[in-house]
DNA sequence: TGGCGCGCTTGACTTACGTCAAGGACCGGC
DNA sequence: GCCGGTCCTTGACGTAAGTCAAGCGCGCCA
């Protein structure tokens, strides 16, 4: 397993194998004693001191400001504040709290739920490097609450800034309208697969869409590491723990993916896209 | 039944009862041609010659422009372009067609759906008078169909307008993003409706939500009139017709509420709403 | 490095809801 | 006022996924 090393973007920020993106050698150390296999065989460029900019960021080209220009990007990176690393299973924020602004992930992953009034939780969603979330919040309050699944970090977009933003900068405002819709497109898309897919086709379809989300941000497509739990995956997709590893286990018979712990070897990405739009749901 | 008549209401372009506002004798005869009860015994008033301003409406209250100041009205109405009527299962637009703008719901009703790569389709939403939709276009192109659930007629806010009103009209602008935020909270709770609730409970929150959505129009929240069929129903809570059928029986049986055919009559709103959160899902 | 607990797996059994099929009611058009 | 079609209802039956319970093992912490 290759330990070829994207140095460039380790020093902008980002090994291309973790999730790493705001380095520092406590950050570093503390991800490299999580992670089950060490891709990270660096030897020096860590403990680079760095306030990372927008401009230096890896993610760039798919954060939000991606949509841009130069000048505009400078006026925009003033108004964005680095949020301290979070452990895992803290909260950025809950269902209720006041809405604050805008969150992108900027390294490890965070889920959002919803809870029902007899205390039962719906994930509604996984974020993953790059990914905005926050926008239920603009009614005043958040309806979810979210989480961090790992040792992660976010970048802020206060509300003062958006309105301060949108103003000035109508590509901004643009860019947030497509997000916003992005997100409805994403959750009216779960809504199908929840009520008209089995739960072969939806974990297939998770898989899928994963897999996809990891290689476009310079991860493996085909290795990927999951930083939620049977549980969390379970919720989100409808299905109960049990199910969820039933199937894994089938996927394994088939040679379709190897499912080992949190370790997810895709073997048939083909197969499995069939699996998801294949003859129809239940 | 009371043909005591909101003759203002109806001057103003809506009868309580009824779900028309966009009067005239045409739309009226039509109208009253596929209303089961005739609540609307009229004599006069009818043929009001009129081009509703916003002002006007009598959804002022419920719809978009009721965050503005009256100075921001007057700017906001000319934006708003009066679409004409549409027939029962009429697209307004559908899948994949460039955006165009958002609609309210100006009398009648209508279904959001996206479709499965197989065809296969999933109702997103039904609005009713005053509600806004359309927001799922803001990325460029509409992820779902829109169709006319029986007579009904909106108005648009074109895209350009859009564009231009938020910058003079910060209100505005907050009030389209609090009615985004509003569309994926509600969507969000439909994933875990879908994903955590019984049909009894799926069904019985519909019937609740469609409840208080028709008392807020001024219409009864107790008797009301189904404008989508029992497919649609049991579409978009990811049941089957059948299901939908047999769970009607049982509110029947239970002196919860009295469906026949498409006409409603609530019985025992307590009972359902505590069905709703009532112990747990599946 | 070793121990403990949570998270995962596996099996046996249950059930809510879907599927299939047939008949009935309503509605709109001629 | 009759006829055709669509929408709705009802019953019999099947099954995908849930529930319950028990054991295992990874990974976290001391």
Chains 1, 2 share one sequence.
């Not at 895992?88 to 709290?97: A, K, V």
């Not at 080992?260 to 499995?272: K, M, W």
């Amino acid at each position: 397993m290759a330990n070829h090393l994207p140095v460039d973007r380790l020093r902008r920020g980002l090994c291309t194998r973790c999730r790493i993106n705001d380095i520092s050698v406590y950050n570093v150390r503390k991800y490299l004693s999580n992670v089950g296999f060490l891709y990270v065989a660096v030897s020096s460029g860590f403990n680079i001191p760095m306030k990372l900019t927008c401009r230096d960021c890896s993610l760039a080209e798919l954060c939000l400001p991606r949509a841009l220009s130069p000048d505009d990007m400078e006026q925009f990176e003033t108004m964005v504040d680095q949020r301290p690393a979070m452990a895992r299973g803290n909260f950025l924020y809950q269902t209720g709290d006041v809405f604050g602004g805008l969150y992108a992930v900027k390294s490890g992953s965070f889920k959002t739920t919803i809870s029902a009034s007899d205390g039962e939780d719906q994930v509604t969603g996984f974020y993953l490097p790059g990914e905005l979330f926050g926008f239920d919040g603009f009614d005043d309050h958040y309806s979810c609450s979210a989480v961090a699944l790992e040792h992660s970090s976010v970048c802020e977009l206060p509300l003062s800034s958006i309105d301060q933003l949108v103003v000035k900068l109508p590509n901004l405002r643009r860019e947030l309208d497509r997000l916003m819709a992005r997100e409805i497109t994403t959750d009216q898309s779960m809504l199908l697969q929840l009520s008209r897919r089995t739960a072969e086709q939806r974990l297939a379809a998770f898989l899928v869409s994963l897999s996809l989300r990891f290689r476009q941000r310079g991860f493996s497509g085909t290795e990927l590491r999951l930083s939620m739990s049977r549980y969390d995956i379970a919720n989100y997709l409808g299905l109960t723990a049990e199910t969820v590893s039933r199937l894994f286990k089938r996927l394994k018979e088939h040679h379709l993916a190897l499912v080992n712990g949190r370790t997810v070897i895709i073997q048939d990405f083909e197969a499995l896209h069939r699996q998801v739009h294949g003859s129809g749901g239940r």
